[in-house]
């Protein structure tokens, strides 16, 4: 009989980073017919249609989902019963996904769950606030087992939050199997500068994913100034709609000043912000043709970025900004970090990769080493493998 796996998660058509991840790791778990799986989708009010009854989808693997309304326990109790029905459930954490003050509906949640659950968290903070941490005690003491992301977030939550070492262990995000193999350009013609003769095709500057403050845009748009001098000149693509919650909240307050910037900085030309939805061979073809991914993020707390992993799994030099999990992951060779809100720093990683076919060339070495770790395929066995563990103790402890 195929396992049963459970999800509690944002998910599609919810446009964020987790819905994305968990709709990916499902497909990957359920690949083949091996598995079945039960999406309980968070939302933060019922859809129209469905306000005042259930509202149940079609899910994936053949068993179907349900969705838990922020603020309404009884939509809870029916996604606990259906969920109960699983083999195991895997529970993606974030503080904002959740009801309740940092989220903590999912204590509930998880309380109300009978069968082994798999805890992956997205965000591990050094300084929570008094009531987070109390939240993310709470989520650590009742998941059976606890996934992290990186090691950074692995040696973070031992030393920073009362949890058992036993249940923590690390499974990178996944990347889709479309990228793969990892093409490993051959050297390509040296960029010149202004006033040379060189000939080469436009070098071209990528960064994707849902847009708002705190991406680092604008440092991206800063540092292409100061690249005017390269021949030819640099095509910087930012690619990805307006997060859905700053889009509600902001509109699209940030994706404007990043425009008039553009145009202040006579980069019109060479800036181009695309806001359309792009689908996934769409955006698989524009990751192929870029040069380099820059991933210019504000944070310094960011221990998980689908994005780096994707870039790297694509075998696509990185430059980022020093955040933890960029620190980590890049430390083998596949790109190079520089300093926070810095353009001038960011113009300068970008310019030695560009300008240098070898530099370029031995980081997509360095990423087509990491790549076939970080495949879906790769990533599902290792949850394959703890769910089977888990299941197995729990069959142990009822005996």
């Known amino acids: 009989m195929p396992m049963r796996f459970g999800f509690i998660s944002t998910y599609p058509p919810t446009q964020c980073g987790l819905a994305t991840f968990t709709a990916s790791l499902s497909g990957a778990l359920t690949a083949g017919g091996t598995a079945e799986s039960r999406i309980a989708r968070l939302l933060e009010s019922a859809p129209a249609a469905h306000r005042g009854r259930e509202a149940v989808g079609d899910g994936v693997g053949g068993v179907g989902g349900v969705d838990i309304v922020a603020g309404d326990p009884r939509t809870a109790a029916r996604s606990i019963d259906r969920l109960n029905r699983c083999d195991v459930v895997i529970v993606q954490h974030e503080f904002g996904i959740y009801g309740g003050p940092d989220g903590d509906e999912v ?47 692995h040696r973070r939550l031992l030393t920073g939050y009362r949890v058992d070492p036993a249940k923590v262990g690390v499974i990178a995000h996944g990347a889709p ?66 997060h859905p919650k700053v889009l509600l909240h902001q509109g699209e307050q940030y994706r404007e000043g990043l425009q008039r910037r553009i145009e202040r900085r006579s980069l019109t030309g060479s800036v181009h912000l695309e806001g359309r939805y792009l689908d996934t061979p769409t955006l698989a073809s524009l990751v192929a043709a870029a040069d380099v991914v820059l991933l210019p993020y504000d944070s310094t707390e960011q221990v998980t970025s689908g994005v780096l992993i994707e ?89």
């Open 107 to 153: 204590l509930a949640l998880l309380a109300g769950l009978t069968v082994p659950t798999i805890v992956v968290l997205h965000t591990v903070l050094t300084e929570p606030t008094a009531h987070q941490r109390i939240v993310l005690d709470g989520v650590l003491a009742a998941a059976g087992a606890v996934v992290t992301m990186s090691e950074t977030a």
């Open 311 to 399: 870039a790297v799994a694509a075998g696509k030099p990185v430059v980022a900004t020093r955040f933890p999990h960029a620190v980590e992951l890049l430390s083998g060779g596949a790109g190079i970090v520089v300093p926070h809100r810095d353009p001038v720093s960011i113009a300068e990683g970008l310019r030695r990769v560009i300008t240098s076919p070898e530099l370029a060339a031995s980081m997509s070495r360095a990423a087509a080493a990491a790549a076939p770790d970080l495949r879906w395929s790769a990533v599902a066995k290792q949850y394959r493998f703890l769910a089977e563990r888990l299941i197995a103790q729990a069959g142990v402890v009822a005996a």
């Open 177 to 242: 199997e479309s990228t793969f193999p990892v093409p490993v350009p051959a050297a390509t013609p040296t960029i010149g500068t202004a006033g040379t003769d060189t000939e080469t095709d436009t070098p071209t500057v990528l960064t994707w994913g849902l847009l708002g403050p705190g991406k680092g845009i604008e440092w991206g748009i800063e540092a292409m100034a100061h690249l005017k001098d390269l021949r030819p000149s640099i095509h910087y693509v930012v690619a990805g709609q307006t």
